[in-house]
């Protein structure tokens, strides 16, 4: 039987008060910049091929496949929207990720997401920028942020050229034992991003906003390569001290580089013993049909929630916070 206390939910009217407000400050930002909103379906055949994100399957007796998938993001489909003629568009969803339970992660959240037509990567950084500094009280933190590249970062904090790296320095410098080295083996970027989460991101300023942009374009995930140096994605990320706040690309619009960056994500689960699953054809139809260029913006709203009210748990910002099964 179930503790007779867990019937109460997690959070409060104050920060039911609260969310309200961030939520209303975020589509105040899209209103005043013209961003239309739009919803589109949680629910589908396909999954993300991505093997550092796991969908959530949901089995059901619709059509012939009884698997579907919640989405992890409103990406595919709010592109699909683009390919259809949609002008600047967001959207404020739950999505949902398999695995993704403790004090920053939770398997159910809620993920502002939004595109720019014709946008540079300077451009939808600023636009990211705008966009917290219009949600967070500028009382609550300095709104001024300290831009590096991904290479920068590694040089200055942990003394690493990661184009240039190898497999074995990297692994000295988090003083890998032999277990660690025999799980992650010779996979260069779980290695840099080991050094990225454990020797880097702890030294950003607490009470700054620090960018990091064009990763290595083994780290591209949907964006494009850079036009002055195909080694770089155009791609970057926004924290507040060891806080992911954003994740932005100006994304890839072709469909033929699309479709191998999926077969290669196919290939990487394959190696890891994780869940092959069905391609989203009907996104790379639709960027066949053309995606025109753009760029976009994810952030999970809780963690904003988070930092606004003070609390150093996202489960406390929940009104209910996923319980593990007793």
Request: glycine fraction near 4%; charged fraction near 25%.
């Amino acid at each position: 039987m179930a503790d007779s206390a867990q019937w109460r939910p997690a959070s409060g009217p104050d920060t039911a008060r609260l969310r309200a407000e961030l939520l209303d400050r975020a589509r105040l930002y899209f209103d005043e910049n013209d961003v239309l909103a739009v919803d589109t379906p949680a629910l589908s055949t396909f999954a993300i091929s991505d093997p550092n994100i796991e969908s959530i399957t949901v089995m059901s007796g619709l059509g012939q496949n009884s698997h579907n998938f919640l989405h992890t993001s409103p990406e595919y489909c709010m592109k699909r929207l683009l390919c259809a003629g949609y002008p600047d568009i967001y959207q404020m969803c739950k999505v949902f990720r398999d695995n993704e339970v403790g004090q920053f992660h939770q398997p159910e959240f809620t993920m502002i997401e939004w595109y720019r037509l014709n946008f540079s990567l300077d451009q939808i950084i600023d636009d990211a920028l705008g966009f917290l500094g219009k949600v967070f009280d500028k009382d609550h933190l300095n709104l001024s942020a300290t831009k590096l590249t991904y290479r920068d970062a590694l040089q200055k904090y942990a003394d690493c050229d990661p184009l240039n790296a190898s497999v074995e320095s990297l692994s000295a410098m988090v003083n890998a034992d032999e277990s660690l080295i025999l799980s992650i083996g010779d996979n260069k970027d779980m290695w840099l991003d080991l050094i990225l989460s454990q020797l880097v991101v702890p030294c950003f300023d607490t009470d700054e906003l620090t960018v990091v942009s064009h990763y290595p374009i083994s780290q591209a995930a949907l964006a494009r390569r850079c036009p002055k140096n195909d080694e770089l994605a155009d791609r970057f990320e926004i924290f507040l001290g060891t806080h992911e706040l954003a994740n932005g690309y100006v994304e890839l619009t072709n469909a033929a580089e699309q479709r191998q960056r999926f077969n290669r994500d196919q290939t990487v689960r394959q190696s890891r013993d994780l869940p092959v699953r069905p391609l989203d054809e009907s996104l790379l139809a639709a960027m066949q049909h053309g995606l025109p260029a753009c760029a976009g913006v994810a952030i999970g709203f809780d963690r904003l929630l988070m930092i606004a009210a003070g609390k150093n748990d996202i489960r406390q910002v929940q009104t209910f916070a996923y319980q593990e099964p007793q």
